[in-house]
């Protein structure tokens, strides 16, 4: 993060923005389940009809130049109905829980101000997610964009605003910074209660030290395993959906994908056959020195971007209907940059020998180096092999024939808590090792009253450990 100082007046601007959602959160803390539930569909419709979702998506791009337009139109038209659904039917509002064997009783309690700060890779939809959230648990959200792209997200909220004025709601229970910097998001997660961060490494170490409870998510590197046993025109086709997803803009596409040698080739031609080209070594090369000009340092210029505007610059002879770019590789780490995460639609294939062990050491290496604790996946039938991969990798997600980018977030169909901000564990610098969800958004009161029941002795728990008292 920059050691750039507010202003005295970012501060009081700032201090304004919490202080009207406070009030407005006040209002809000008094709501029924059913006005809540009412206010959360009205803000979700309010950016997912037709006019307004293409609209948010052409802005999108206009502003970020990253993915496409018909991509990003279609996380409105899927995403948001998507996580609606499954939220519509929780409770957020009073009792929630009540557990008689135990003699437990669950209340749900609003947090107050919730700082959401958002990408610029996502400036669309994410804010629409996180003020679903927010709402839900009868919070306030403070939005702090991403300068690149601050007019999109601006306008989401005011569509949302506008839909909460509507019926008869304070608009303020939605706010969004309207010049954000670096200090001025560093001074919103200072005065919140809670921040949700979705970003960059520094902006949800900033996070992490604000001195404000957060959830924040880890780097994405994910990494697919391809067994002797998968369906391989089915793997292909869901890796290569995924990996194309919005030009791979999202922290959840697929960098890597390690095959095993009995099935490589036919697994690389399915590839092929969907529109993947595989780099010969002197075009790798050059590819390699394309996306990191300098070792480390990743080109801005290709990031998310398509195929062709990447082979351009590198000078590949790609098929015209080419949109994953392919490239061998057999190493990790610093050495190896194409094991890492590339924010593109470059993906690194792997050849393994032998076990799933091989291939679960390459993945955890991987990984040790970029994406710690995001997501894996296994396209297999062997269910032993989908324990091994469960067992002995350091990740929270593990899809199994699924992609990474368009299941681990949840979807219609699996049974992943429904969300855009994935908490990567402590393997990814974050406090939560699942997704987050509606239960992130709210405090919880616990009420616990006595239980009728014996006090086992010191030798019914001890058991045979007695004997040597």
């Known amino acids: 993060m920059s050691e750039k100082t507010i202003t005295q007046e970012e501060v009081e601007y700032v201090s304004q923005l919490v202080e ?9 803390e008094r709501y029924s389940q059913e006005r809540v539930d009412e206010l959360v569909m009205a803000i979700a ?19 970020s130049k990253m993915g496409n337009v018909e991509t990003k139109f279609m996380k ?19 009792l929630i829980e009540e557990i008689p064997e135990k003699g437990l009783r669950k209340y749900a309690k609003p947090v107050g101000v919730v ?77 919140c209660d809670l921040v949700v961060a979705t970003g960059g490494a520094g902006m949800v170490r900033a996070a992490y030290s604000s001195g404000t409870p957060a959830y924040g998510v880890g780097v994405g590197n994910d990494v697919a395993i391809v067994d002797e046993t998968a369906d391989l025109k089915d793997a292909a086709q869901k890796i290569f959906i995924s990996k194309n997803f919005d030009y791979a803009s999202g922290c959840s596409c697929e960098n890597a994908i390690v095959i095993h040698e009995s099935v490589y080739e036919a697994m690389v031609a399915e590839m092929k056959a969907l529109g993947s080209y595989m780099c010969k070594a002197e075009e790798k090369a050059r590819l390699k020195k394309v996306m990191w000009p300098e070792p480390g340092k990743l080109n801005l210029k ?67 180096y970029q994406g710690a604790g995001h997501s894996c996946s296994i396209h297999s039938r062997n269910q032993e092999n989908i324990r091994q991969v469960s067992l002995k990798t350091y990740t929270t ?39 987050i969800v509606l239960k992130h958004f709210y405090n919880t009161t616990w009420v616990s009253e006595p239980l009728d029941v014996p006090v086992p002795s010191l030798k019914e728990v001890f058991g045979e450990f007695m004997d040597e008292e």
Not at 20 to 28: F, L, M, N, S, V
Not at 404 to 430: A, E, Q
Request: charge should be positive.
């Open 397 to 435: 997600r593990v899809m199994v024939r699924q992609g990474t980018n368009t299941g681990n977030s949840g979807t219609w169909t699996n049974g992943m808590p429904r969300t855009v901000v994935l908490g990567c564990g402590t393997w990814g610098g974050n406090i939560a090792s699942e997704n």
């Open 45 to 63: 419709w309010s950016t997912v009809k037709k006019g307004v979702a293409r609209e948010l998506a052409q802005m999108a791009y206009d502003e």
């Open 302 to 368: 290709i990031i998310t971007q398509p195929a062709s505007f990447i082979a351009g610059l590198a000078e590949l002879p790609i098929p015209e209907n080419c949109q994953v770019i392919m490239v061998e590789e057999s190493g990790s780490g610093s050495a190896f940059p194409f094991s890492g995460e590339k924010l593109s639609v470059v993906i690194a294939v792997y050849k393994y020998s032998g076990g799933i062990d091989k291939a679960i050491e390459i993945l955890n290496a991987n990984q040790a």
């Open 115 to 191: 700082g959401a700060l958002i990408p610029s890779t996502q400036p669309e939809m994410t804010p629409v997610v996180k003020a679903m959230f927010g709402l839900k648990a009868r919070n306030a959200v403070l939005f702090s964009p991403h300068p690149r792209t601050r007019k999109t997200t601006l306008k989401v909220v005011d569509y949302m605003r506008a839909a909460l004025k509507e019926r008869d709601a304070p608009p303020d229970l939605l706010l969004c910074a309207e010049n954000p910097g670096i200090p001025l998001s560093q001074e919103i997660m200072k005065r």
């Open 20 to 28: 009207r959602a406070r009030i407005a959160q006040k209002i809000a």
């Open 76 to 94: 409105f038209r899927n995403k948001v109905p998507c996580v609606l659904d499954e939220l519509k039917r929780q409770k957020s509002v009073g």
